[in-house]
């Protein structure tokens, strides 16, 4: 029998002689379990399922209907005897209120226990029928709204003359399954999204898995929490595209809503099974219709021009439709992101949002252009298989973070911020910056003995601070402060051993205007004062 059967009682003889009776009757589990105590037993269900216990009544430590109570939460169809050799109707009524299947008396005769164990085990085998009934007809009823809506929506999208009578009663159907989704008030963007070719072009997924593709796509779209409500579609003309509808009240929020659930779905896909999504999207709409379908279709054929893995909205289709759209600087940039050249891509950002540009578009260019290179860094990253969470979660949250900002230099710096983080996380270096940092050290060298502030210095290579002294402590494993620190007292102890200048005089010449400040950074470096030493080494 596929059951575990646990037997409690502290009596070690009467669960052995318990045992030795189910193996005369012939009655076989999968495990049976011993538990000398209530606390034993509990135990052992934290950490294995029980179809079937079998308790005394007093135990030491808890007795047999407490410890009912306190199991009976962890496995809600468990079925319970109980055992005693007191035949009080008080403690048969509470084990009765409490499901147990049998109050048995000891000692019991042979018959009277087969007689229960197989009455126990055909009601667990009646309640996992009844389960199964459920969840069949549980799967049926999804399926069969999952069908109707399919069908549903199909038809809204790819009909291009509907009757006003019909579209409401297709609306009403609709909204008898999905009530908060068919609202009235809500505004509807309709998304179709396409299994690019490359996906199959890889050693993991053919032509054939396409059913398998989809349904994981749908399924993994179904988790992804969002404030707007949402539900997806296979397209039934065209297996490599799915239609996803998305619904709230606020068209910016919507917006929002919908670049950051297609690109947690796209860093999924592309990540975990090298499976590469489009999507295009109409304009909001408050009744779906084959114009939206029409809409999402153009805003799709934009990767034709401007590249897959993106995401194309239908009203950004005069900003990707201009002669002076910067596919070039976008191509380059993301090259740039690729050698993680810092330097570059500061330059890039800045063209890509200048004022020039700003002129010649509406606000709309900003939105595509911010997602567009998040949308870069991100691939780029995915590209490479790294998989720190701390990295996806700033880029994830920084689509959403545009409105926060208030000025293109703002946006301009936490854009480029982004991609320095990305790349500090995961020990990436600017390959620029390595030069800038040997370039630095030379100033040091040069300019040890004046005033020399990181920030300056940082400025002077054209890097951020916390950039600047992040990379000089990955290339020469040490901070840029005890660098400078370093390379003063080794200068010091030239000085003290090849002349004959006075401690004030060697504290000025390594950039130290004060001699005690002096005295104190060159003991803890090198143990001695600066006299010992030079009494030491001469």
Known sequence: MNYRLLIIDDEELIRKGFLARLKYLNLEFEEILEASSGQEALTILQEKSVEIV???????????????????????????????????????????????????????????LKKVMEKTIQS??????????????TKLQKEKEQYTLE??????????????????????????????????????FLGIINIDGRSYSGSKFGHE????????IRNVFSEIVSACDKVMVDNLSNYNQLFAVFSLEREKLLRNEIE????????????????????????????LSAASKNEAMEALKQRLVYGTSNIYFYEDARIFSAEQFPTAALNMLYHYIERHDIGNIQTLIHEIFSEEKLFKYNVTYIRVMWVRILNMVLRNFNSKGIHNPKSMEKLLSSFSILDELHSVEEMEGY??????????????????????????????????????????LAERYGMSPNYFSSVFKKELKQSTVNYITEFRIKKAREYLVETDKSVVEIAKKVGYEDSQYFFRVFKKSTGLTPLQYRQQNR
Do not use: W
């Not at 003359?161 to 809500?186: A, I, N, Q």
């Not at 896909?269 to 590469?276: C, L, R, Y």
């Open 54 to 112: 079998v308790t005394d009544i007093h135990m030491p430590d808890m007795d047999g209907l407490t410890f009912i109570e306190k199991a009976k939460p962890l496995y809600p169809h468990m079925k319970f005897i109980i055992l005693s050799g007191y035949a009080e109707f008080a403690y048969a009524e509470q084990a009765i209120s409490l499901g147990a299947k049998a109050y048995l008396l000891k000692p019991l005769s042979n018959d009277e």
């Open 124 to 137: 667990l085998q009646e309640d996992e029928m009844i389960r199964n009934t459920i969840s069949s007809q």
């Open 151 to 188: 069908k549903g929506i199909h038809a809204l999208v790819s009909k291009q003359v509907m009757e006003t009578e019909e579209k409401g009663l297709l609306y009403e159907m609709l909204k008898s399954d999905h009530p908060r989704f068919f609202s009235s008030g809500c505004l509807h």
């Open 209 to 216: 898995d396409i059913e398998l593709i989809r349904f994981s």
């Open 260 to 287: 950051q659930i297609f690109l947690k779905l796209q860093n999924i896909f592309e990540k975990q099974m090298d499976i590469f999504l489009t999507m295009g999207l109409s304009k909001s709409t408050l009744h």
């Open 415 to 456: 854009l480029i911020n982004v991609v320095m983080e990305c790349m500090q996380n995961e020990g990436a270096v600017d390959t620029n910056a390595r030069n800038k940092i040997m370039l630095a050290i030379q100033y040091i060298q040069e300019n040890y003995n004046e005033n020399i502030a990181i920030n300056e």
